[in-house]
């Protein structure tokens, strides 16, 4: 599986962004898929999840009622919506998957096996 994330860019202050998730492969229904940011000098940080098979999603306590996530299974695509931007959400995205996580370690990078290359996202204030 090969996934690429695209759609980040410099926004303003209380702007929105849609970052795409594109996977290679099975449908994006068969694999859970997460989104992770980092920002240089500090460790990877989960965002979001949205677990394989149906709707469920999940949230990091930061962007809870900011983000949100979609999914196209038509074009294997999940889409992290990203509304109310702060100058904290500045970071590199990441998105990850994997066919098995398991929903107390949905949070964790070694959940995951499969990885995008980054896209930066930027918020002026």
């Known amino acids: 599986v090969q996934l690429q994330a695209s759609g980040g860019g410099l926004v303003q202050a209380g702007g929105s962004l849609r970052l795409s998730c594109a996977a290679s492969?099975?449908?994006?229904?068969?694999?859970?898929t997460a989104w992770f940011r980092q920002v240089p000098g500090k460790e990877r940080e989960f965002v979001a999840v949205f677990f394989r098979g149906g709707s469920t999603t999940y949230f990091a306590d930061s962007v809870k009622g900011r983000f949100t996530l979609t999914r196209d299974t038509a074009k294997n695509m999940v889409y992290l919506q990203m509304n109310s931007l702060k100058p904290e959400d500045t970071a590199v995205y990441y998105c990850?998957?994997?066919?098995?996580?398991?929903?107390?370690?949905?949070?964790?990078?070694?959940?995951?096996?499969?990885w995008g290359q980054g896209t930066q996202v930027t918020v002026s204030s």
């Open positions: 990850a998957a994997s066919e098995s996580v398991i929903y107390g370690t949905a949070g964790r990078e070694s959940s995951y096996g499969y």
């Open positions: 492969g099975r449908s994006s229904r068969t694999r859970t």
